[in-house]
């Protein structure tokens, strides 16, 4: 069954402009996995200025309820995870079993920020003026711009919002292409915990829209922060943008991992850790891409995990006891 998601604007489930969609497609059998709306720049537009207007309530509002809502919306995440679990897989690939770590990793993330929301500290700073103390008191800086990936699409897209939340921002969450529906799933269940309208927003849009809308979101006046987890080709795209518009940003990028084995290792765990985090990550660009092992445990570490990878079983994401995927790439990319 196919999954529909809209984009979420100041409290409101909304179609794109000129009701405009893209549909996502299951990596192992090419169905129709999920139908999101594809957002336009006036779509964006009306996004941040929806934040931008929150902004002020939001950055008053006590700790206490941020708090609060903070850890509501963790336990609504876990009323939807069997949701999340189907829209990963469709979208995704994704098994079970690591759909629901998202879910529930996820979730405690949203719990670590409630608690940030009473340990935001300012400073005491030294006054030339006698008998006087200066202090500094940490805010809010605005609207902030998150851009989170497929790989890992609920731990890192709950990563970028939580924390600028708990600290009095109102949040656009951008989706990735790959995942829009389960990302999407995310914001439904902040909504359900009762955010005010405007403080949370969800923008999602096709592939070939995607570099001029995130442009005009990191131009607008009102996007104080820009926050991105992806590749390091685009993320120096995000850079290079940022610095166009002296935006300051956050870059979490992609790259190759070595791992190294050195000759007091346990080389059966090694041969482990290196097939385990190899074929979960499966094409994403991270992780371990290389074993380097010491000349004395070469042959010792490198059969070990051949055998252990030819022991792992094909199967489809949904299937009983599947922790690892072995299909068609996600993504031809990469």
């Not at 943008?241 to 090694?270: F, H, M, N, R």
């Amino acid at each position: 069954m196919t999954i529909t998601c809209n984009l979420y604007i100041d409290g409101q489930w909304h179609d794109a402009e000129g009701r405009r969609t893209f549909t996502r497609r299951h990596p192992a059998h090419d169905e129709s996995a999920s139908v999101a709306a594809a957002a336009s720049l006036a779509d964006g537009k009306r996004c941040v200025e929806a934040a931008a207007c929150a902004f002020p309530l939001w950055r008053d509002t006590a700790p206490a309820e941020r708090r609060r809502l903070l850890l509501e919306a963790a336990e609504q995440m876990l009323l939807r995870e069997a949701k999340f679990i189907a829209a990963m897989a469709a979208e995704t690939g994704a098994t079970a079993h690591w759909a629901g770590f998202n879910v529930h990793l996820a979730a405690d993330i949203l719990r670590e920020a409630a608690a940030l929301t009473t340990q935001i500290e300012g400073q005491i700073i030294p006054s030339n003026v006698p008998g006087n103390l200066a202090m500094g008191v940490r805010q809010g800086a605005g609207v902030v711009l998150g851009m989170a990936p497929w790989n890992a699409p609920l731990i890192l897209a709950t990563r970028a919002l939580a924390t600028p939340l708990a600290c009095g921002n109102t949040v656009i969450l951008k989706g990735a292409e790959l995942s829009p529906a389960a990302q999407g799933l995310i914001i439904d269940a902040l909504d359900a915990a009762g955010f005010p309208p405007g403080v949370v927003n969800y923008l999602t849009c096709a592939p070939e829209d995607a570099p001029a809308l995130v442009e005009s979101l990191i131009a607008h006046p009102a996007v104080r922060r820009v926050n991105f987890t992806g590749s390091t080709p685009v993320g120096r795209i995000i850079a290079r943008t940022c610095g166009q518009y002296l935006k300051p940003a956050v870059l979490e990028l992609g790259g190759k991992a070595p791992l190294l084995v050195l000759d007091d290792a346990d080389i059966e765990q090694a041969a482990a850790g290196a097939v385990f985090w190899r074929l979960r990550q499966r094409r994403a660009d991270l992780h371990v891409h290389r074993a380097h092992y010491c000349r004395q445990c070469r042959s010792g570490g490198v059969y070990p995990a051949a055998g252990q990878a030819r022991r792992r079983p094909a199967c489809r994401p949904h299937g009983p006891g599947c922790r690892y995927e072995h299909h068609r790439p996600l993504q031809r990319a990469h």
